[in-house]
T-cell receptor, first 112, second 113 residues
Framework: DAKTTQPTSMDCAEGRAANLPCNHS???????VYWYRQIHSQGPQYIIH???NNETNEMASLIITEDRKSSTLILPHATLRDTAVYYC?????????????FGKGTSLLVTP | DGGITQSPKYLFRKEGQNVTLSCEQN?????MYWYRQDPGQGLRLIYY???????QKGDIAEGYSVSREKKESFPLTVTSAQKNPTAFYLC????????????FGQGTRLTVV
C-alpha cells in the first residue's frame, strides 16, 4: 500500500469547513483512499473512501485530485464533536482482508 | 444491532499474569484484527485473521497469542512475556472482498500493575 503524508495538527472554528489534506504521491491505479477518524479513547470510525471521483456522504466529502496524488477530506460545518485524529490510508482492493496501516494522522481541534 | 464488541472496557491485572481480551462481531466478516495503541501514538498491528482457524502475526506479535475457532470471535491473550502490556487494545473486523472498510470495537484499556 502507498505511503501517505498528513499534517500533524490543524485547528478549525466551529461552524466553518474543516479541510484536511493528505498527500499520496506514490498511489497506484488500483489503490483506494480511505479516511477514518478516532475520537479520544474510542475505536476508529470509518468516514469515507474513493478511487478517483469525488465522493460525498452524510459525514464528509472527499476530493481527489485529477492525478490522484493528493486528496482532501472536507467536514462542511465542523462541530466540537468533530475534534479527533483523522487518518488517511491508501489501500488496494487486492489487499482487502489485510490490516489497514494507520500512521499518526492529523489531530483536528475544533474550537468554539 | 450489528457491530463489534470488546469486553471489558477497563481491565487491571497484576504483573506476571496472563489476561484474555474478548472480541466478538456479528457482521459476518471473515477478517478480524487486533491493534495496540500507546498514548499519543498511532495503531500498531498485533495479529490478524482472514479466516477461521488461521491467523498471522502483525508487527508486534511478541508476547501475545490469539485463536480463531469461530468466525464471530477473535480473543487476544496478553501473556507474561509481553514486556509492556499496559496499553489501549482495539479489535476490528472487515470483509475480505470489495472495499472492505473496517469496523472497530470501543477498545479495552489494560493496566498492569
Amino acid at each position: 500500500d502507498a505511503k501517505t503524508t498528513q499534517p500533524t495538527s490543524m485547528d478549525c472554528a466551529e461552524g466553518r469547513a474543516a479541510n484536511l489534506p493528505c498527500n499520496h504521491s506514490t498511489i497506484s491505479g488500483n489503490e483506494y483512499v480511505y479516511w477514518y477518524r478516532q475520537i479520544h479513547s474510542q475505536g476508529p470510525q470509518y468516514i469515507i473512501h474513493g478511487l478517483k471521483n469525488n465522493e460525498t456522504n452524510e459525514m464528509a466529502s472527499l476530493i481527489i485530485t485529477e492525478d490522484r496524488k493528493s486528496s482532501t477530506l472536507i467536514l462542511p460545518h465542523a462541530t466540537l464533536r468533530d475534534t479527533a485524529v483523522y487518518y488517511c490510508i491508501v489501500r488496494a482492493l487486492s489487499n482487502s482482508g489485510y490490516a489497514l496501516n494507520f500512521g499518526k494522522g492529523t489531530s483536528l481541534l475544533v474550537t468554539p | 444491532d450489528g457491530g463489534i464488541t470488546q469486553s471489558p472496557k477497563y481491565l487491571f491485572r497484576k504483573e506476571g499474569q496472563n489476561v484474555t481480551l474478548s472480541c466478538e462481531q456479528n457482521l459476518n466478516h471473515d477478517a478480524m484484527y487486533w491493534y495496540r495503541q500507546d498514548p499519543g501514538q498511532g495503531l500498531r498491528l498485533i495479529y490478524y485473521s482472514q479466516i477461521v482457524n488461521d491467523f498471522q502475526k502483525g508487527d508486534i506479535a511478541e508476547g501475545y497469542s490469539v485463536s480463531r475457532e469461530k468466525k464471530e470471535s477473535f480473543p487476544l491473550t496478553v501473556t507474561s512475556a509481553q514486556k509492556n502490556p499496559t496499553a489501549f487494545y482495539l479489535c476490528a473486523s472487515s470483509s475480505r472482498t470489495g472495499t472492505a472498510e473496517a469496523f472497530f470495537g470501543q477498545g479495552t484499556r489494560l493496566t498492569v500493575v
